[in-house]
């Protein structure tokens, strides 16, 4: 299975203010995905991130409040911008591990103030 | 109505217990079915997937998908408090260019002394 970091593993930021969450993986993947875990409630899928192309958005999440790159095959990032304390959440990358399966970071933990 | 429901417990039970963890499902279109444990502070664990109706074993681990009831299960034989842990169910449509997953809230388990 990949191997999976992210950074920052935790952070707490003021309102109105930008993070941006990196996730490295060791080894190349076509496919990597960015999730959000909101306490209570179920993992949601923000967008796919594909080496070259533009991510793609789930409804419901816009590419001005989370901007996504994928400048290769082992690395991407994920931007929070204009935080709010609604944006207060785990995040978590994960990639395409073959054989349909998918392999989870250990995510980041976001406190806005 | 949620595409895939799971009771968030918590479930408490005693080592040595056998635990039925469940969820359902709305969507037919769902074809692979996965499971993953999700220690706190941790990202999601892939423990086992399977894409057939019918059991599937892997050590004290045994996965059940009933596709006619739309209907997963995990079951722990001899619960360990090592297994203490939120379990997600996970359903995916394989597009075959896309790999989404939809979860369920989780199921927290306590396994006790």
């Known amino acids: 299975s990949a191997v999976i970091s992210q950074k920052p593993s935790r952070d707490i930021c003021q309102r109105g203010t930008s993070l941006t969450i990196q996730c490295q993986v060791d080894s190349q993947v076509t496919m990597m995905f960015w999730y959000r875990q909101q306490p209570g409630q179920s993992l949601t899928l923000i967008a796919t991130a594909n080496q070259g192309s533009e991510a793609t958005y789930e409804s419901g999440f816009v590419i001005d409040k989370f901007p996504i790159s994928r400048p290769n095959l082992t690395f991407s990032t994920l931007t929070v911008s204009n935080m709010s304390p609604e944006d207060s959440s785990i995040y978590l990358c994960s990639v395409d591990g073959g054989s349909d399966t998918q392999y989870f970071g250990p995510g980041t933990r976001l406190t806005v103030l | ?113």
């Open chain 2, 1 to 113: 109505q949620k595409e895939v429901e799971q009771d968030p417990g918590p479930l408490s039970v005693p080592e040595g217990a056998i635990v039925s963890l469940n969820c359902t499902y709305s969507n037919s279109a769902f074809q692979y079915f996965m499971w993953y444990r999700q220690y706190s502070r941790k990202g999601p664990e892939l423990l086992m997937y399977t894409y057939s109706s019918g059991n599937k074993e892997d050590g004290r681990f045994t996965a059940q998908v009933d596709k006619s009831s739309k209907y997963i299960s995990l079951f722990i034989r001899d619960s360990q408090p090592s297994d203490s842990a939120t379990y997600l169910c996970a359903c995916k449509i394989n597009t075959g260019t896309a790999s989404k997953l939809t979860f369920g809230t989780g199921t927290r388990l306590q396994v006790t002394l």
